[in-house]
């Protein structure tokens, strides 16, 4: 049975049940504070407000989407964050430089090792520290590892939002697969914590080469059939083509990076406009696609998944000997400054800006999540269409609230 | 580090810049005054000689002395990271100019900032708190900001009307961390 | 006494549910043989005077109990199918193979906490599942499980069939708009326009068959496609029995159209806010429904009892090439149980202990690391296999009504598999995509189905 905190204005249970009953709209208690929300809280005749969330199976993580409905379909939606909100900037700044990277995995849980890497990138280029090539080709080779086991639970997640069963759990098999050998590495299978300033914590070792090459033996094929089940679907294909449409300069303006960027037609790729690590030293291409639907951008995830495996397979084969970390004090002093580091995540942009005084605490930690900017356009893309249209968009865009809400 | 784009910034933003453009790593740093940023952010967006289309990040600072909005943009003009600083906001009332007319996708991020640190962003229609709750009075990383089941006395709380507290504005001396020096 | 309270206090719910029936059955049972005993012979001519009353009250019971069972069945053979499918085990530990979980399902849901929302419609609220389930358990009043075995041979009883079915809707609708919740309404007022729309294509599709029969009695139509299985009116009406599937599965809320439950879409639909047994009914509806429709594309398409090659003219030939042979008597006996009285006793007796024997012999001789009571063991289980499977083909044999039953249940189990295979692979579709689908491409091909047909009728009789 579960309290009510609330003042009842007698014992009597069934006062409370009175008051319970007129409480079920979405419409905030307090008069709108701005333009949009007046605006959108104002209804016509016929259009009804509807809760998605904040208890979903389908909102990737706990976030509330107010959608106002005329019948089925959707006028207009107004996201409400903040339900995983836990602080991470603030606490960052009473953290000394090296735990600020444990906090950073669970930002994006699935591709945990992208949150550490803009974080570890800010503090080298504050204490001016220079990484030793082995460890940034370990760095590229677990990142993209990470990368192609956060597409596959992406693409998981969308057919399971769409109400197929199966590929969800095929998809896991290929992921376990990886989360095992980067356990083996560095001891966990999710939240990493493996990057270290100034390079990794720990050599590959045999357990992880072995399953590696294992994994890489089949790894093309397995992709491929594991994906086949969908992509040539008729219920699928016909579910996601023209959804949630988004021109080139649209996505530009709203700020968009990553796979849902180039899946509208721009060819912007961290990695190649402003390379980082040792990516100008690997051959990869940049797969983009036209569309700019919720197809598109599942087919560009897949268009990810290989360009990963030949980058893994060069780093596999270009990997020089030496240190994997470089040598450092105990206590780290950065100098006063400021550095901003981003890199090229299984979303997009993810960024760290980082503001040192001088002391071992980041006097601020900013991070900057894509998919935060991701959700923003469900305004822009969704109304006009119904509700089963909203799922595959939100399912397309692969949001991940741990680090939209940080 | 790329010293043609300092260059150009230089030549052509030289009267509002603030202090002089800073390079370090990869990244180039202007300063400028908060009302200049819808102008500056303009030119960098359309000039062909710089082409800032992509805005990276919006971030809001809060130094202990003052506020700053912090802006960072990628061409393919420059090898760079260029970062905008607004720096002089008032602490007990920041206020800048909202650039939602350039990118739509900046609203969210004032947002943001404005739930963070209480910045106003003039011209963004939609400026309310997006991860705290509606009913918080407080601007969690204000460097005054006390635990929360002390939010509502500590004298980081709001600057709206609605999120008014009634406790007093300035903290006590030494209690805020202060960034010093050259950052 | 103290012990057997002190055994009582310590004994887990479940546990005392059985120390009280199993005690309670059994002095049942035996006051039910005294009865029968004493009285038996009274007993019956009261019966054979009221066939009648008798039959209906009989079939009344058996389907209501026998609804259960298979929606126990369903509800384990869907989470078996779909784990394997999904490369999982799925249920393992409850029973032998998981088979008891949907029982334990069953009884959960008994012991859930009652509760209606506030604000419901309480009345409706609580007659909404009931209503679902009875229009699924009266379908099954029509339907020929075998030669004799049926509820009623109404010669309307496909009509009967989707009147029934068709009420199924008034409980869907009951349920969403009883449950004060936005996310009901729309998932009752969703799942209501998708049942009403493949109504349509579905009876429609059924039509041209009934030219072809000229009856609308099922007992009729399953009659008419006995002989082999080239007389199934599949292969005579290919086009109606894949509208006819197909609406089936949108009629019962199937993935590819199960949207009234897209629980990634709008939670659970109509039946968000029902719990317990009330949800359970909703359930045990959903899954007797997937059961009454494969059964009904059975017993229309797919010769309904009827074996796909006909079993007695091999008999036939086996009774007469035999005596050519030269073996009369013993095969005359093995078919004519009553011929030798007591002896037949006596041998009956030693069966069982003789099979054992040989059969565990050669386990014994050619294993020496067996022991002798193994052997036995085995002896006997194999014995069993053995004597139940010539026990149960001399039934299929002699009664037609274990071999109509038998062949009806394999077919609707294989749809069954069907239905749930599409579950485990696709996806699925959206109410617009659903809703055009059926008015525009099934509608139209079930005219032209029932078109074609009449066309063709008419241009043979002529």
């Known amino acids: 049975m579960t309290t009510d905190h609330r003042q009842a204005s007698s014992d009597d249970p069934r006062v409370l049940l009175d008051e319970q009953v007129g409480v079920f709209e979405p419409v905030p208690p307090y008069p709108p504070r701005t333009e949009r929300e007046a605006e959108f809280y104002s209804l016509e005749d016929g259009e009804l407000l509807i809760n998605i969330g904040p208890h979903h199976p389908a909102t990737h993580g706990v976030m509330r989407v107010v959608m106002k409905l005329n019948g089925e379909t959707i006028v207009d939606l107004d996201p409400v964050l903040g339900y995983l909100h836990r602080g991470v900037e603030k606490l960052c700044e009473n953290a000394d430089l090296h735990q600020t990277i444990a906090y950073m995995d669970p930002l994006e849980y699935v591709s945990s090792l992208f949150c550490e890497w803009p974080a570890v990138m800010a503090y080298e280029k504050l204490l001016d520290v220079e990484v030793p090539r082995r460890a940034e080709y370990i760095r590229v080779l677990t990142g993209e590892l990470n990368r192609i086991s956060s597409h596959l639970l992406a693409m998981g997640f969308h057919a399971l939002d769409l109400g197929g069963l199966t590929p969800i759990l095929y998809s896991f098999i290929e992921r376990d697969e990886i989360v095992e050998m980067l356990a083996a590495i560095t001891g966990q299978r999710m939240l990493f914590n493996y990057f270290r300033i100034g390079g990794v914590n720990g050599d590959l070792n045999h357990e992880f080469m072995s399953r590696l090459g294992d994994w890489m033996s089949r790894a093309t094929e397995q992709v491929e059939a594991n994906v086949g089940l969908l992509s040539e679907n008729e219920i699928f294909v016909r579910r996601n083509r023209g959804i949630g449409v988004m021109d080139a300069e649209t996505a530009i303006k709203m700020c968009w990076t990553g796979p849902n960027l180039r899946a509208s037609g721009v060819p912007f790729d961290i990695r190649r406009a402003h390379p980082y690590s ?129 | 580090m790329d010293r043609a784009i300092r260059h150009r910034l230089e030549e052509r933003f030289g009267d509002v810049l603030a202090e002089p453009v800073r390079q370090r790593h990869d990244e180039t740093e202007i300063r400028i005054e908060p009302r200049d940023v819808p102008d500056v952010l303009r030119a960098l967006y359309d000039e062909p000689a710089f082409g800032f289309q992509l805005l990276a990040d919006l971030a809001g600072v809060d130094t202990g002395d003052s506020m700053e909005v912090v802006y960072h943009l990628w061409s393919a003009t420059s090898t760079d990271w260029l970062r905008v600083i607004a720096v002089g906001l008032d602490r007990d009332a920041p206020r800048t100019p909202s650039i939602v007319s350039l990118w739509p996708g900046a609203e969210w991020l004032e947002r943001e900032a404005y739930d963070m640190f209480g910045i106003i962003f003039e011209g963004n229609r939609d400026l309310r708190r997006i991860f705290m709750p509606p009913d918080y009075t407080s601007f969690p990383l204000r460097k005054d900001f006390y635990l929360p089941d002390d939010a509502a006395r500590s004298p980081g709380a709001g600057v709206r009307a609605m999120e008014a507290s009634h406790a007093p504005r300035n903290a006590p001396a030494g209690t805020v961390r202060r960034v010093g020096g050259r950052v | 006494m103290t012990a057997l309270a002190r055994t009582w206090g310590r004994l887990t719910l479940p546990g005392k549910v059985v120390f009280t029936l199993v005690p309670l059955l059994a002095v049942l049972t035996a006051g039910l043989i005294a009865v029968i005993a004493l009285f038996g012979g009274a007993v019956v001519d009261v019966l054979n005077a009221n066939l009648g009353i008798v039959r209906f009250v009989a079939a009344a019971t058996i389907i209501l109990v026998i609804t259960i069972p298979i929606a126990f069945l369903n509800i384990y053979l869907e989470m078996k199918i779909i784990a394997l499918m999904n490369l999982r085990v799925g249920p393992d530990r409850v029973g032998p193979w998981g088979t008891a979980l949907s029982v334990v399902h069953g009884l959960k849901v008994l012991m859930k906490e009652d509760f209606t929302p506030s604000g419901a419609d309480s009345v409706v609220f609580t007659w909404a599942p009931v209503v679902t389930y009875a229009a699924a358990v009266l379908t099954m009043l029509v339907l020929p499980f075998a030669p004799g075995l049926y509820g009623q041979d109404f010669n309307i009883g496909l009509l009967f069939f989707f009147a029934m079915g068709g009420l199924g809707v008034v409980g869907l609708l009951m349920g969403g708009w009883a449950s004060f919740n936005k996310y009901s309404l729309l998932g009752g007022l969703r799942s209501a326009a998708q049942i009403i729309s493949y109504e349509i294509p579905l009876t429609l599709s059924v039509v041209g068959l009934l030219i072809l029969a000229g009856t609308m009695s099922l007992n009729t139509i399953v009659e008419q496609q006995s002989g082999w299985f080239a007389d199934w009116y599949v292969f005579r009406q290919p086009l109606g029995f894949l509208i006819f599937f197909i609406a089936a599965t949108a009629e019962g809320n199937r993935t590819p159209f199960d949207l009234t439950e897209a629980d990634s879409e709008i939670v659970a639909g109509f039946a968000t806010e029902y719990s317990g047994m009330r949800f359970g009914f909703f359930f045990f509806a959903e899954y007797v429904n997937v059961f009454i429709l494969s059964a009904l594309t059975v017993v229309l398409f797919l010769g309904g009892w009827n074996a796909p090659l006909e079993i007695d003219p091999l008999l036939e030939w086996i009774g007469g090439v035999l005596p050519g042979l030269g073996i009369t008597t013993p095969v005359t006996i093995a078919l004519d149980p009553g011929g030798l009285g007591l002896p037949l006793l006596f041998l009956l007796a030693l069966v069982p202990p003789i099979g054992t024997l040989l059969l565990a012999a050669p386990f014994y001789l050619l294993r020496s690391s067996m022991r002798w009571w193994v052997a036995l063991i085995i002896g006997f289980l194999l014995f069993n296999v053995v004597a139940g499977g010539l026990l149960m083909a001399w039934a299929y044999v002699s009664f037609e009504w274990v071999a109509g039953l038998l062949w009806f249940l394999g077919k609707t189990f294989a749809f069954v598999f069907v239905f749930v295979w599409m579950r485990g692979t696709l996806p699925r579709v959206r109410i617009d995509q659903l809703m055009g689908f059926a008015w525009k491409w099934l509608l139209p091909a079930a005219l032209l189905n029932l078109f074609v047909t009449a066309f063709a009728v008419v241009l043979v009789g002529s």
């Open chain 1, 278 to 406: 040792v990516y100008p030293e690997i051959d990869f291409d940049i797969p983009t696609r036209q569309e700019g639907d919720s197809l598109a951008r599942y087919l560009l995830r897949i268009d990810e998944v290989k360009q990963s495996l030949r980058i893994i397979d060069q780093c596999l084969h270009q990997m020089p000997d030496g240190p994997v970390m470089a040598k450092l004090p105990r206590l780290l002093r950065p100098r006063p400054g400021r550095a901003f580091a981003a890199v090229e995540g299984p979303r997009g942009e993810y960024a760290i800006y980082a503001v040192s005084d001088g002391t071992d605490q980041p006097f601020r930690f900013r991070i900057h999540d894509p998919s935060f900017l991701h959700l923003q356009s469900f305004g822009r893309l969704v109304p006009g269409k119904l509700i089963a249209d909203w799922m595959t968009v939100n399912a397309s865009l692969d949001p991940i609230m741990g680090g939209i809400d940080k």
